[in-house]
């Protein structure tokens, strides 16, 4: 007799590959036993849905940008600036530590000594998050190339993981002047500071 | 610190910055890179953690004596990022170990279990190189140098591994980036 299948496994996998890999601050050092662990099956099964530990870091990746895509909708229908923008996905991602950590560690966002496997792919899936924050906060015309793009918005993901990394690790004090402060160096850069006549 | 020290550090820097975070990055690979046996690099340093740490703080002295010695010399603006980017593109991997073990540059270890405190290293480093801006507070500093620094960083890997081409347009528009933030791009400004 064949075993009852669980029910949602992949999800259940990604969300625990968040919590194991995110919550293990050593970046590649996480174990799929605890993962399977987590998310209440077998290692095999793990390796069975995702084939490789590469494989389940991508997939997941895929799954945090998509989670990412929806908190974003929801943050810029709230907001009137791109700074209100930072603030709220800001909020977010302090509040789940582990996924922000998981960001910092594996997310493609982040260049690394050597171009990954997938990197192709997540730049592609990185345009339906750059063509909604650009439907309402338009980049000038002559901005507007993909390249371009990409670097402006990889930039605000980055700048928004570090900030959420920074407070979540209690490495500056938490208070809402800090993360305006965090917002508006990552949007206003260097003029966000007065600068000595 | 000792000659055997100095080259500990050179070959940690030299594994650890040339792949992914903790691959093919352990002691006994770096003692036998060094030519010694790995109980006469613990003999050096009593843990990984203080070699890493050390590691970084090389790198990290490297940057800002690099950026320091520019200001020094009357180098500000675009010409500083600039020469910045090619002093960090020479030790690349300097650049991709900051980038794989220091935290608040990046994605480095737990600052609750590190020695060094990475935000007053930042901090230190900030308030040489940022002379031209006047800030309220250590925080600010903080949060301004070390998004600087990623900047460099994160332009160095990205040309390094061949994301980006090394052109003017790409340094162009680090560099507004840097002085102006996403603001600069934006076709609506927001109010600073």
Known sequence: M?????????EKVLLATIEVAGGTMEVNRFSTKDIAAKAGCSEFVVYSHFKTKEKLIDATNAY???VFIDLSKEAIAKSTSLLDVFLQMLDQAVNYPTATDFCANYARIFPRA???????SYRNRMRVLTDLYSLSFPFLKEDRNERMQYLLMSHFLRELVISAK???HHEIVDTPEVRLLMARSAILGLSAYSRIA | MDA???????????????????????????????????PTLFSRFPNKSSLIEASIARCANHFTAFGSDLIERGIYGR?????????????KEESIFLLNYAHSFDNGADPDHEGVSFRGVVTAAGKKLLRRYEFKNDEEIFVCFSGISR???YTVA????????????????????????????LEKKVVS
């Not at chain 2, 980006?164 to 600069?184: C, F, H, I, K, Q």
């Open chain 2, 4 to 38: 055997l020290c100095e080259r500990l550090i050179s070959q940690t820097i030299a594994l650890g910055g040339s792949n992914e975070a903790n691959r093919d990055f352990s002691t006994k690979e770096i003692a036998k890179k060094t030519g010694v046996s790995e």
């Open chain 1, 2 to 10: 064949s075993r009852r299948p669980i029910e949602n496994i992949d």
């Open chain 2, 79 to 91: 010409e500083w990022l600039g020469k910045m980017i090619d002093h960090q593109i020479e030790k």
């Open chain 1, 114 to 120: 050597k171009i990954p496997s997938d990197y192709e």
């Open chain 2, 151 to 153: 900047m460099i960083l």
């Open chain 1, 64 to 66: 945090s940008l998509k």
């Open chain 2, 158 to 185: 990205y040309i390094v591994n061949g994301v980006w081409p090394d052109t003017e347009d790409v340094r162009d528009a680090v560099y507004t980036l840097s002085m102006g933030g996403l603001n600069s791009f």
């Open chain 1, 166 to 168: 920074t407070i979540a």
